[in-house]
């Protein structure tokens, strides 16, 4: 290939500069949005795996009665500690302010083998570890607020064994005796390496959902940004021909001419991936930024990365030139699309049926494959994103047909005429936004579910949301609930403490178990309807209740006989008053379950997985759209480019600028609207999908404002990618537009 031909034939005239930096520019937002999204994927494992040991569960503490020996039906016997074991707890509700602490609680013999992941041996009763953003914490707070709940500080976890810079973490030592009080501790001898236990299939799936989702409208940039100035092209491709370049020639020429300016934007992307990786890193997941480090995904896959994005785009390249079939006169002619048929629904019904039939095995049949069910899922939303692509020109050629009939303007004419002739070069310039608007849909319906969890408001016969309650042990006097009463009361912010009674041992003539309250405590809970007795009962779900419930009269006269089961804190709603409240429950050292309050509903939600997502979700949104908008604005750049001539003859013949815009706006609107609400409404479903195939409890309710507001964002970037390219259409369509025969 003679260098003079090339450089000719790429950089023939100043224009070209201009084309050959967008496509580079293009390549390079693209490329570097790859590298962060895959390192942000391998940040994400990384991230799990350090933070596995945390769900670690371990085996029973206590032997069963064994069911085959009548001589054994007594109750169950504790397993004794060894040197290759240690007993553990795990505290589910240790929350500060609105953030969940993983506590761990320990005990071992002083001989023990076990090794705490980022500790070592286990700390001595009084002692805790804790992970540096903790100990911050702790530090910059007041001791009766957090730090008194752990003891004495003995140093700090190691970043290898937490999840991220931000992480929550605590260790504390504790005797024996302490943690088989209430049952719940657990033996340990290793800590397990699986981040994900039972739920590994469904968070994986999401998480390639999500990475698909936001990987196609790259794809989908970097294919509009390559085929930029494509008219222009094809008219030195023609000069080419006819001075004898064979087609083969100019294939090659294409496929260098773009291969250039990708590499160069791929070199670009990729400085560009390496300078932002710190700031991408800060984003927050699920709690914790991720270390900078785990975002690196090595040189030979950014290699790779660039390789394939280079050879890909030459290759499509060659290919639409050789498709094309450039002649020596072909610089004048129309290239003609062949009609869209029906036959292009059959990607989108195929994704749909391949995502509805793992939901319907394993949630109507109860049939679970797991092999199979991840991979249906995975496969049906990709093929549902390809569906959206291939199904939008069809759909816009029929209302196309329609707009034709009911055109009352030339501008109306002359965009329906384009559109119905070329829907899939019309369709292509809006089809990141489409993915854009069924992406969003998508993360909204997921993240919906987080928000049906949130704690009802405050009503008559509910536990006030302000209030925080805890179990007390089976062997907590009277005395020592009465003193830790007083205790909580001096401290600011918390003007009461109820105690809730109950009877030694239920009987089997007890008609269920019930909290029996003083008449004078029960406007401190929030009821208002006090039978006139001394005393009251409630159902034992009231503390957790999310319905009101009445109070009735006791059956006892008085609480001599009974004994203290809870003990109700109310405060000032002021996170300090809460957060001491928490502390002086904690540490009383009568509880068997720590404080909780009802506004940690959110935090101890079974949708904890949604809610860690949902930050993805808009940074999705953010994404998908930016993406789409430039992918609009190129694509409609382009249109003017690739039809400049026409323009230019309808302008020399007196069509206004005015009505030109209009026809560009229209070219742009029609085949949006034509599959926007196709878009939404196949989001919803498969999130719907998504989140019924993770848990069939979970509810699909109507998206945050976020989602309203990225729709409106998505609308005014479309209307500003229209507009911005309108300066060229006065530009280009100038008289000396039309000289060019």
Same mark, same amino acid.
């Given at each position: 290939?003679?260098?003079?031909l090339?450089?000719?034939?790429?950089?023939?005239?100043?224009? &070209?500069?201009g084309?050959?930096?967008?496509?580079?520019?293009?390549?390079?937002?693209?490329?570097?949005?790859?590298?962060l999204?895959?390192?942000?994927?391998?940040?994400?494992?990384?991230?799990?795996d350090?933070?596995?040991w945390?769900?670690?569960?371990?085996?029973?503490?206590?032997?069963?009665?064994?069911?085959?020996?009548?001589?054994?039906?007594?109750p169950?016997?504790?397993?004794?500690?060894?040197?290759?074991?240690?007993l553990?707890?795990?505290?589910?509700?240790?929350v500060?302010?609105?953030?969940?602490?993983?506590?761990?609680?320990?005990?071992?013999?002083?001989?023990?083998?076990?090794k705490?992941?980022?500790?070592?041996?286990?700390?001595?009763?009084?002692?805790?570890?804790?992970?540096?953003?903790?100990?911050?914490?702790?530090?910059?707070?007041?001791g009766?607020?957090?730090?008194?709940?752990?003891?004495?500080?003995?140093?700090?976890i190691?970043? &290898?064994? $937490?999840?991220g810079?931000?992480?929550?973490?605590?260790?504390?030592?504790?005797?024996?005796?302490?943690?088989?009080?209430?049952?719940?501790?657990?033996?340990?001898?290793?800590?397990?390496?699986?981040?994900?236990?039972?739920?590994?299939?469904?968070?994986?799936?999401?998480?390639?959902?999500g990475?698909?989702?936001?990987?196609?409208?790259?794809?989908?940039?970097?294919?509009?940004?390559?085929?930029?100035?494509?008219?222009?092209?094809?008219?030195?491709?023609?000069?080419?021909?006819?001075?004898?370049?064979?087609?083969?020639?100019?294939?090659?020429?294409?496929?260098?001419?773009?291969?250039?300016?990708?590499?160069?934007?791929?070199?670009?992307?990729?400085?560009?991936?390496?300078?932002?990786?710190?700031?991408?890193?800060?984003?927050?997941?699920?709690?914790?930024?991720?270390?900078?480090?785990?975002?690196?995904?090595?040189?030979?896959? +950014?290699?790779?990365?660039?390789?394939?994005?280079?050879?890909?785009?030459?290759l499509?390249?060659?290919?639409?030139?050789?498709?094309?079939?450039?002649?020596?006169?072909?610089?004048?002619?129309?290239?003609h699309?062949?009609?869209?048929?029906?036959?292009?629904?059959?990607?989108?019904?195929?994704?749909?049926?391949?995502?509805?039939?793992?939901?319907?095995?394993?949630?109507?049949?109860?049939?679970?494959?797991?092999?199979?069910?991840?991979p249906?899922?995975?496969?049906?939303?990709?093929?549902?994103?390809?569906?959206?692509?291939?199904?939008?020109?069809?759909?816009?050629?029929?209302?196309?047909?329609?707009?034709?009939?009911?055109?009352?303007?030339?501008?109306?004419?002359?965009?329906?005429?384009?559109?119905?002739?070329?829907?899939?070069?019309?369709?292509?310039?809006?089809?990141?936004?489409v993915?854009?608007?069924?992406?969003?849909?998508?993360?909204?319906?997921?993240?919906?579910?987080?928000?049906?969890?949130?704690?009802?408001? =405050?009503?008559?016969?509910?536990?006030?949301?302000?209030?925080?309650?805890?179990?007390?042990?089976?062997?907590?006097?009277? =005395?020592?609930?009465?003193?830790?009463?007083?205790q909580?009361?001096?401290?600011?912010?918390?003007?009461?403490?109820?105690?809730?009674?109950?009877?030694?041992?239920?009987?089997?003539k007890? =008609?269920?178990?019930?909290?029996?309250?003083? &008449?004078?405590?029960?406007?401190?809970?929030?009821?208002?309807?006090?039978?006139?007795?001394?005393?009251?009962?409630?159902?034992t779900?009231?503390?957790?209740?999310?319905?009101?419930?009445?109070?009735?009269?006791?059956?006892?006269?008085?609480?001599?006989? $009974?004994?203290?089961?809870?003990?109700?804190?109310?405060?000032?709603?002021?996170?300090?008053?809460?957060?001491?409240?928490? +502390?002086?429950?904690?540490?009383?050292?009568?509880?068997?379950?720590?404080?909780?309050?009802?506004?940690?509903?959110?935090?101890?939600?079974?949708?904890?997985?949604?809610?860690?997502?949902?930050?993805?979700?808009?940074?999705?949104?953010?994404?998908?759209?930016?993406?789409?908008?430039?992918?609009? &604005?190129?694509?409609?750049?382009?249109?003017?480019?690739?039809?400049?001539?026409?323009?230019?003859?309808?302008?020399?013949?007196?069509m206004?600028?005015?009505? $030109?815009?209009?026809?560009?706006?229209?070219?742009?609107?029609?085949?949006?609207?034509?599959?926007?609400?196709?878009?939404?409404?196949?989001?919803?479903?498969?999130?719907w999908l998504?989140?019924?195939?993770i848990?069939?409890?979970?509810?699909?309710?109507?998206?945050?404002?976020?989602?309203?507001a990225?729709?409106?964002?998505?609308?005014?970037?479309?209307?500003?990618?229209?507009?911005?390219?309108? +300066?060229l259409?006065?530009?280009?369509?100038?008289?000396?537009?039309?000289r060019?025969e």
């Amino acid at each position: 290939m003679n260098p003079g031909l090339l450089k000719l034939a790429v950089v023939g005239s100043r224009s &070209a500069y201009g084309r050959l930096a967008g496509i580079a520019g293009g390549v390079a937002v693209g490329v570097c949005l790859l590298l962060l999204l895959w390192g942000g994927a391998n940040g994400l494992s990384a991230r799990d795996d350090r933070g596995a040991w945390l769900r670690e569960t371990g085996s029973p503490s206590v032997a069963a009665p064994r069911t085959d020996d009548p001589t054994s039906s007594g109750p169950a016997t504790p397993v004794p500690l060894t040197e290759d074991t240690a007993l553990m707890e795990a505290n589910p509700v240790e929350v500060f302010r609105d953030q969940l602490i993983n506590r761990r609680d320990v005990a071992a013999l002083a001989s023990t083998t076990v090794k705490i992941p980022g500790i070592g041996t286990p700390p001595e009763p009084g002692l805790y570890f804790a992970s540096p953003a903790l100990q911050r914490l702790i530090e910059s707070t007041p001791g009766d607020e957090l730090g008194n709940r752990f003891g004495t500080f003995a140093g700090t976890i190691d970043d &290898a064994a $937490l999840p991220g810079p931000d992480s929550l973490v605590v260790v504390t030592g504790a005797t024996e005796t302490e943690l088989r009080q209430n049952g719940r501790a657990f033996l340990v001898s290793d800590f397990t390496t699986n981040p994900y236990g039972g739920s590994a299939p469904a968070y994986r799936t999401v998480l390639s959902v999500g990475a698909i989702a936001l990987f196609f409208p790259v794809l989908l940039l970097i294919s509009i940004v390559t085929s930029l100035g494509a008219a222009q092209r094809r008219e030195r491709f023609a000069t080419l021909r006819l001075i004898g370049a064979s087609p083969q020639i100019v294939s090659r020429i294409a496929a260098v001419e773009t291969a250039i300016p990708s590499l160069v934007g791929a070199a670009l992307g990729v400085a560009l991936a390496i300078i932002l990786r710190p700031v991408a890193a800060q984003i927050p997941v699920n709690g914790t930024r991720l270390f900078a480090a785990d975002m690196t995904i090595g040189w030979a896959a +950014t290699t790779a990365v660039v390789a394939v994005m280079v050879a890909a785009t030459a290759l499509v390249a060659a290919r639409r030139t050789a498709a094309a079939g450039v002649g020596p006169l072909g610089a004048t002619r129309a290239v003609h699309e062949k009609t869209p048929t029906a036959w292009r629904s059959v990607p989108l019904l195929a994704g749909l049926a391949t995502m509805i039939t793992p939901v319907l095995m394993v949630r109507v049949l109860e049939v679970r494959l797991p092999w199979l069910e991840s991979p249906l899922l995975i496969l049906g939303f990709l093929l549902i994103l390809v569906g959206l692509v291939v199904i939008g020109p069809w759909l816009t050629h029929l209302v196309s047909r329609v707009g034709l009939r009911h055109a009352n303007s030339a501008a109306g004419v002359i965009a329906a005429s384009r559109i119905h002739k070329t829907p899939m070069a019309t369709f292509r310039s809006v089809s990141g936004l489409v993915i854009a608007v069924f992406v969003v849909s998508v993360f909204a319906g997921a993240s919906s579910v987080f928000e049906a969890t949130e704690a009802p408001p =405050a009503q008559p016969g509910m536990l006030q949301p302000t209030s925080l309650y805890a179990t007390l042990g089976a062997g907590a006097a009277p =005395a020592q609930a009465a003193e830790a009463a007083r205790q909580a009361r001096e401290l600011p912010g918390i003007p009461s403490a109820t105690i809730g009674y109950g009877p030694a041992v239920l009987s089997d003539k007890d =008609a269920g178990p019930e909290i029996y309250l003083r &008449a004078t405590d029960a406007p401190r809970l929030g009821f208002e309807d006090v039978p006139a007795t001394a005393t009251v009962a409630v159902d034992t779900s009231f503390l957790g209740s999310m319905q009101p419930l009445a109070l009735t009269a006791a059956p006892a006269a008085n609480l001599d006989d $009974l004994v203290p089961v809870v003990i109700v804190l109310g405060t000032d709603g002021t996170p300090e008053a809460m957060d001491r409240a928490r +502390t002086a429950l904690n540490v009383s050292g009568i509880t068997a379950i720590p404080a909780t309050s009802p506004l940690d509903l959110r935090l101890q939600s079974t949708g904890r997985l949604i809610q860690g997502l949902a930050v993805f979700a808009y940074l999705g949104m953010f994404v998908a759209i930016a993406i789409a908008g430039l992918s609009l &604005a190129v694509a409609t750049a382009s249109a003017i480019l690739d039809r400049k001539r026409i323009l230019g003859l309808m302008r020399l013949m007196g069509m206004p600028v005015s009505v $030109l815009r209009r026809i560009i706006t229209r070219e742009a609107a029609v085949p949006l609207l034509t599959v926007v609400l196709l878009s939404v409404g196949l989001g919803f479903l498969v999130a719907w999908l998504m989140v019924t195939f993770i848990d069939d409890t979970y509810q699909v309710t109507w998206p945050a404002t976020d989602y309203f507001a990225a729709l409106g964002l998505s609308l005014l970037l479309a209307l500003g990618a229209v507009i911005t390219p309108f +300066t060229l259409v006065r530009a280009k369509t100038a008289v000396t537009a039309t000289r060019f025969e």
